[in-house]
């Protein structure tokens, strides 16, 4: 890892969760030249939306969901 490089990672990792977020979120996004991905994610955020405001999804508990996971990696 080059010297710069590290020098940001350090002062990155200064930042409170919130902001290290949302600098990974402009990094990523920096990556790609055209709007596809994020238009392609809209489009599944509002699909979902309906999904839930119509009823249809079946919505789990964020604790239950974790507890799963968690359960599965052991």
Known sequence: ????LEMLEAQA???SPE??????DRLIA???Q???IEEAWAVE????IKE???????LVPAAVVIA???????
Not at 52 to 58: D, K, L, M, V
């Open 45 to 48: 955020v509002e699909r979902r």
């Open 13 to 15: 990792l200064k930042l």
């Open 68 to 74: 799963r996971a968690r359960a599965a990696i052991r």
């Open 52 to 58: 839930i405001e119509g009823g249809r999804a079946h």
């Open 19 to 24: 902001e290290r977020v949302q600098l990974a």
């Open 1 to 4: 890892m080059s010297n710069r």
């Open 30 to 32: 920096s990556l790609f």
């Open 34 to 36: 055209d709007n596809e």
